[in-house]
């Protein structure tokens, strides 16, 4: 999950628990407000009732005109029951149905005095009242209709407005973010489009003393360390391929003249080209970090064009078969390659000629017969070819290592060589895009199988 994002999902979060908090505090609030003003509409109701006995003449007659006609007063579904001081219902409301009524909480009134039930539906406000020297039990009993209509549709606001604000606040933090790290996305985007051949390219700082803006001047600065160290690195492999490569060549021409000469005994021709060979492959060597030192993952692509890989094996079978005259190659085309197959893949025929050298040199110095076996294989979706000889097979615990350099297997003991062949080889396919594996499909067999995208 990008910055941006999390930080929108987390104030997002943050909001909508503390509006959460908020509204439910309003609800409680005037869930508490609505029962106080519903017990004070009981209470002013109950006065209004004593008031009426305490004036009236004739309670029982006068009551029903008198309730009827003060609607105002008149809770909603409001009933009275009104009891003398021998608890005996002496005026009731309910006129179409019997009348009941808890006796316990008529007991109750004889010690509180003053019940109110809010658990209750409906609820009920009872009390004892003492008029004109007479104690009369009045039990009031109402639904708040009105009150809770008012609640359900302040919950029903409150709802509505969480909902769309939570989704008015993520909307607006993930915009408002946006803005706030467009320029840490600039700066990433910058940062991103350095290169090996791009490290003089210095990232744009805005005129603040923000984070972004430190950040950017630290970049820069490391940038410009790191240049340094890689012109300095990548100078150095250059002049000295370049050196050594004079002094290697002139050492290959005086053995080839020594080699000539009719003087030399057994051992000595022996030794003259073993370390003809070794020169060669120290100059070959050489060569290749040359090579190896113009380019890289990021300028290589722009420099691709049509290759036709069996050309490349050809020319990289004539270049080891001067130095292994005896190197035999059977060259195939699988049956599997498909009709359309061209044979040509995205690259620079110059290192992949690194590659195959490497490969028929490992073959021929490393093979019991000095053959090697070459099939092509190419689909719609990926081109391979195979290389394979047959010798001392590589250890199945050191195949993870094959490819790193200065890596030389059990295979290799008595035999001269540098151990980073393959580590070069691996580097150029990876440049490519390709990849290269190592098997042992049968005893003594040793194949590599490189592999191109199409």
Avoid: C
Wanted: charged fraction near 25%.
């Amino acid at each position: 999950m990008s910055l941006k994002r999390k930080i929108a999902l987390n104030l997002s979060i943050a909001f909508s628990l503390l509006f959460g908090i908020v509204m439910a505090v309003i609800y409680l609030s005037f869930n508490d407000f609505r029962r106080d003003e519903f017990k004070e509409r009981f209470r002013q109701r109950l006065e209004f009732t004593s008031h009426f006995i305490s004036k009236s003449k004739d309670f029982e007659e006068e009551a029903p005109v008198f309730f009827n006609e003060n609607s105002d007063n008149i809770l909603l579904n409001e009933t009275i029951l009104i009891f003398n001081g021998q608890k005996e219902l002496i005026y009731s409301t309910i006129k179409d149905r019997n009348v009941t009524w808890d006796s316990s909480l008529l007991k109750e009134l004889d010690e509180k005095k003053i019940v109110y039930s809010e658990k209750t539906v409906p609820e009920i406000y009872a009390a004892l009242r003492t008029i004109n020297g007479e104690n009369y039990y009045i039990l009031t009993s109402a639904l708040d209709t009105n009150g809770n209509s008012k609640l359900a549709y302040l919950k029903y606001l409150l709802i509505t407005a969480y909902v769309m604000s939570t989704l008015l606040i993520g909307f607006f933090s993930y915009y408002f973010m946006g803005q706030f790290l467009r320029p840490l996305e600039d700066l990433n985007k910058e940062i991103s489009e350095v290169t090996a051949h791009k490290l003089t390219t210095q990232i744009p700082v805005q005129e603040s003393n923000d984070e972004i803006s430190i950040l950017a001047k630290s970049f820069n600065t490391m940038i410009g360390r790191l240049d340094d160290v890689f012109q300095s690195q990548k100078d150095f492999t250059a002049s000295a391929s370049h050196e050594i490569r004079t002094p290697i060549t002139r050492m290959a021409f005086q053995l080839e003249n020594l080699i000539k000469l009719e003087q030399h005994t057994p051992e000595t021709l022996t030794s003259l080209k073993q370390m003809q060979k070794d020169v060669y492959q120290l100059s070959d060597l050489t060569n290749s970090l040359l090579l190896l030192t113009k380019f890289d993952k990021e300028n290589i692509q722009t420099l691709y064009e049509e290759v036709r890989i069996d050309e490349v094996i050809f020319e990289s079978y004539e270049t080891v078969e001067k130095s292994y005259p005896n190197l035999k190659m059977d060259f195939l085309i699988s049956e599997d390659t498909s009709e359309n197959g061209l044979l040509t893949i995205k690259g620079i025929q110059s290192l992949l000629d690194i590659v195959f050298i490497n490969l028929f040199k490992n073959a021929a110095v490393y093979s019991d017969n000095m053959e090697v076996d070459v099939l092509i294989t190419e689909t719609n979706l990926n081109l391979t070819v195979d290389v394979v000889s047959h010798g001392n097979t590589i250890p199945e615990e050191e195949q993870p290592k094959l490819f790193e350099a200065f890596m030389r297997g059990n295979n290799s003991q008595n035999i001269s060589g540098s151990g980073l062949g393959l580590r070069i080889v691996k580097r150029i396919l990876e440049y490519h895009g390709a990849e290269i594996i190592y098997s042992s499909p049968d005893e003594k067999v040793n194949k590599f199988s490189v592999v191109f995208d199409k």
